[in-house]
């Protein structure tokens, strides 16, 4: 009989991250893939993305509204309390083996309190990374560590932090970012048909743009969002930017991305394709804003990110990285450099990716099919001792 494995995916960028991973469990002879579908997949406003998990051939088993539209910390608290209930329900009718879930946000926050409270064990990808600059994804991350009873850190830096909150070393898979299996596996969408789809010029540079709000100060979400396109603005530089995600703050982010989309250089989507968004970077001249992806993925283009602001504080980067504060004549400099500083490019054309080979997916779905089920494993222990 199969294990029966229930991947709980709440965002598009999650989805992107999940889609080899959940390739690997449906393909394995010995696992039952069971999709449950949440969060911004079911939002119009970021694209209705639920379609392009049915677009690629999965199957979706069950979906829980759990969105308010408020854009406040508030409704992001009152979003988790729903996802709970709602995640309970399907998972009481489909009675899955194991609840696999991902990152740091509340869609697999929700699903892993509603797992534990069941009994049902958790499989947790990314944990033990660490963003310090003042997002609430930091302390959600590690709550769900202590839930889950499976960890698969992706490097061994994240996994030094999972056995530093005591969980047992038995438990902690270091199988590297499910994120580069599509990177480094996947024919890209050719330059030319991104130029025609995009209505790009292909003789100028490209920007990608992805700032999301800082979930600790939504109040300062609209006023960076607007930093970032008064230095575009200036710039003038073709730009494809993406919408942000809905935590607090994201709907007026959102508010001020339309104030500027007549802009003639700025392209700008409620979503893309995981395989658009990363064919995009495969020919992208920059990355720009505070997507994690600027510093997971993009080091295997060898494409330079302008990381604005705190979000991404604390996570293990490479070479590609340029840190800078939300300060328009800073945001210029720093694309300036990106787009022509030889030595820094120089520097870029070698870099080295520290997140994986791509082979993550196979590696989980191995461990999912072969671990043990039982009470040692549902039993979580602190190995911390004080004396």
Wanted: glycine share 8%; aromatic share 6%; hydrophobic share 40%.
């Amino acid at each position: 009989m199969k294990r029966k494995i229930a991947v709980i995916t709440g965002t598009r960028s999650e989805y992107g991250l999940l889609y080899p991973v959940m390739q690997a469990i449906q393909n394995h002879p010995g696992l039952e893939l069971s999709v449950i579908a949440t969060g911004m997949h079911l939002s119009y406003e970021h694209g209705y993305t639920i379609n392009e998990i049915k677009k690629d051939g999965f199957k979706i088993e069950a979906s829980v509204d759990m969105l308010f539209c408020d854009d406040t910390g508030a409704a992001m608290a009152k979003s988790l309390g729903k996802g709970i209930i709602g995640i309970t329900e399907v998972l009481e009718k489909i009675k899955p083996d194991i609840v696999l879930v991902l990152g740091d946000r509340d869609e697999p926050f929700a699903g892993a309190i509603a797992a534990v409270h069941m009994n049902i064990p958790i499989a947790h990808i990314h944990g033990g990374d660490s963003t310090t600059g003042g997002c609430i994804d930091e302390s959600i991350r590690h709550a769900i560590t202590k839930f889950a009873h499976i960890h698969f850190p992706a490097t061994e830096e994240s996994a030094e932090r999972i056995k530093k909150l005591g969980e047992e070393l038995w438990r902690i898979h270091t199988v590297g970012a499910p994120g580069l299996d599509t990177v480094l596996n996947t024919e890209m969408i050719p330059r030319e048909q991104l130029i025609e789809k995009f209505s790009l010029k292909p003789d100028e540079p490209l920007l990608l743009v992805v700032q999301h709000p800082v979930t600790t100060q939504p109040e300062n979400a609209a006023k960076e969002m607007r930093i970032t396109l008064e230095a575009l603005a200036e710039l003038k530089i073709q730009t494809i930017l993406i919408y942000p995600n809905s935590d607090a703050g994201g709907h007026s982010m959102i508010e001020v991305i339309k104030k500027y989309e007549n802009l003639p250089f700025l392209h700008t989507f409620k979503s893309l394709s995981h395989i658009e968004y990363i064919s995009l970077m495969n020919i992208a001249s920059a990355l720009i804003g505070n997507s994690s992806s600027g510093i997971i993925e993009a080091p295997s283009f060898h494409l330079p990110a302008v990381n604005i602001g705190i979000r991404q504080e604390g996570r293990q980067r490479v070479c590609n990285v340029i840190d800078v504060d939300h300060d328009k004549t800073k945001i210029i400099q720093a694309i300036n450099i990106a787009l022509n500083d030889k030595i820094f490019k120089n520097k870029i054309s070698k870099c080295v990716n520290i997140y994986g080979d791509g082979k993550t997916g196979m590696r989980i779905a191995k461990v999912l099919a072969e671990l043990e089920i039982n009470q040692k494993l549902i039993q979580k222990k602190l190995l911390i001792e004080f004396s």
